[in-house]
């Protein structure tokens, strides 16, 4: 299976937050943070989760999860892309 790009997960993360009805911040790229700039927050991040797993056929274990691995995409992309290729 061929490993996902980062741009190719910008382009998913990015469709996400616009069919969530999100407000994508002017300059919304792979260092954006999703938890200052508002498109993340204590509800909505396990609805986030769970679409990263279903989009990514990769479950995400409570013990393994850290808040940090989701606080933008460089940071999605490197625990569960770079690191599902490594794995």
Same mark, same amino acid.
């Given at each position: 299976?061929?490993?996902?790009?980062?741009?190719?997960?910008?382009?998913?993360?990015?469709?996400?937050?616009?069919?969530?009805?999100?407000?994508?911040?002017?300059?919304?790229?792979?260092?954006?943070?999703? #938890? =200052?700039?508002?498109?993340?927050?204590?509800? +909505?991040? /396990?609805?986030?989760?769970?679409? &990263? *797993?279903?989009?990514?056929?990769?479950?995400?274990?409570?013990?393994? #999860? =850290?808040?940090?691995?989701?606080?933008?995409? +460089?940071? /999605?992309?490197?625990?569960?892309? &770079? *690191?599902?290729?490594?794995?």
């Amino acid at each position: 299976m061929a490993l996902l790009s980062l741009d190719a997960l910008t382009e998913i993360i990015r469709h996400y937050f616009i069919s969530s009805d999100k407000s994508l911040p002017e300059a919304f790229n792979v260092d954006t943070d999703l #938890f =200052s700039s508002g498109l993340l927050d204590s509800l +909505n991040t /396990v609805e986030f989760v769970i679409y &990263l *797993e279903e989009t990514l056929n990769k479950e995400i274990h409570i013990g393994d #999860f =850290s808040i940090s691995a989701i606080k933008n995409i +460089n940071s /999605v992309y490197d625990s569960y892309i &770079l *690191e599902q290729a490594e794995g």
